[in-house]
Nanobody, 126 residues
């Protein structure tokens, strides 16, 4: 089981930065792979970043490569998403998600993640 709570969203101007955090009330680093997803109004939910916790492997959507960084702090049971050089098109509700390490499926496939946070809003103005 994993219970996830996001924080750190807000409003920022284009070019600015935000840091999202995801606190896991129940968390075992070796058991879960973690991801950040986002959903803008009228659009499908999309994978933004992914961390394979056992190996430390990361994956990013092409639209955020070089601007976003996913990381974790196992002692604090926290996953973070550092977002730099934000653009208006990054505006969305951002969600933290977790799935068991052995689950198959593309990292950006939201249906493969059974555990989700409630989301945190990110708004980037031009």
């Amino acid at each position: 089981q994993a219970q996830l709570v996001e924080s750190g969203g807000g409003s920022v101007q284009a070019g600015g930065s935000l840091r999202l955090s995801c606190a896991a009330t129940t968390y075992t680093a070796s058991a879960f792979c973690m991801g950040w997803f986002r959903q803008a109004p009228g659009k499908a939910r999309e994978g933004v970043a992914y961390l394979y916790t056992l190996a430390g492997t990361t994956r990013y959507a092409d639209s955020v490569k070089g601007r976003f960084t996913i990381s974790r702090d196992d002692t604090k049971r926290t996953l973070t998403l550092q977002m730099d050089s934000l653009k208006p098109e990054d505006t969305a509700m951002y969600y933290c998600a977790a799935r068991w390490s052995g689950v198959s499926g593309a990292w950006y496939s939201d249906v493969s993640y059974p555990y989700w946070g409630q989301g945190t809003q990110v708004t980037v103005s031009s």
